[in-house]
């Protein structure tokens, strides 16, 4: 029972450098989402998805780039890293279930990025 | 455009004893949840407790309880019996469910436990 897999826990990048944080889940959820979490701050939404191929923006989008080709998958770019980018990274994934009254997010363990 | 605040930066408790954290939220939407997250020191994300908006009575579990005052958007959490386990930060979120789904966060508590 995995729920929602980050990969990597940890990563260092250097200014200009590109990398993609990868999330996936295997609750077959339509909702899925990434946030960033400064030192001490709240979750701030970047990118959502409500369902393969479709994608919308965030809080605070810019820098970033997201996809999403299947239900199960959903990473995220950085394209030309900057250090303003160093942040705790979570995805996340969701469902609601009316008849139930019933929902929940489930969240990855955390990508912690560091840009130098 | 849905906005969560969290006034209380910090706050701190005597083990055994009862705690009460603030929320209060902006919205014109009808039909949400409300939750309230623990993050311990490991990051992992931890649901609490969950209210749905079109329901008057108050979650409980267990040790934690909500107070939800729908006109007045406030949404605090109670948590008794006070445990060192319970010392994390505490972010109270909103949920939309109507069309685009999407989970707005408070700013987050620090919750001492003092023993």
């Known amino acids: 029972n995995a729920g929602v897999t980050q990969t990597p826990k940890f990563r260092i990048l250097k200014i200009g450098q590109s990398m993609t944080l990868q999330c996936t889940q295997d609750?077959?959820?339509?909702?899925m989402y990434w946030y960033r979490q400064d030192p001490g701050m709240g979750l701030k939404l970047i990118y959502y998805?409500?369902?393969?191929?479709?994608?919308d923006k965030g809080e605070v989008p810019n820098g970033y780039n997201v996809s999403r080709s299947t239900t199960e998958d959903f990473p995220l770019r950085l394209e030309l890293a900057a250090p303003s980018q160093t942040s705790v990274y979570f995805c996340a994934s969701s469902y609601t279930n009316r008849g139930r009254g019933d929902t929940e997010a489930f969240f990855g363990q955390g990508t912690r990025l560091t840009v130098v | 455009a849905q906005t969560v605040t969290q006034s209380q930066p910090e706050m701190s408790v005597q083990e055994a004893e009862t705690v009460t954290l603030s929320c209060t939220y902006d919205t014109s939407e009808s039909d949400y949840y409300l939750f309230w997250y623990k993050q311990p020191p490991s990051r992992q994300m931890i649901l609490v407790i969950r209210?749905?908006?079109?329901?008057?009575q108050n979650a409980t579990e267990n040790r934690f309880s909500v107070n939800f005052q729908k006109a007045a958007k406030s949404f605090s959490l109670k948590i008794s019996d006070s445990q060192l386990g319970d010392a994390a930060m505490y972010f109270c979120?909103?949920?939309?469910?109507?069309?685009?789904?999407?989970?707005?966060f408070g700013q987050g508590t620090r919750l001492t436990i003092n023993p």
């Open positions: 209210q749905e908006a079109y329901k008057q």
């Open positions: 609750m077959n959820h339509n909702y």
């Open positions: 979120a909103f949920f939309i469910i109507q069309g685009a789904q999407k989970l707005v």
């Open positions: 998805s409500v369902g393969a191929g479709i994608t």
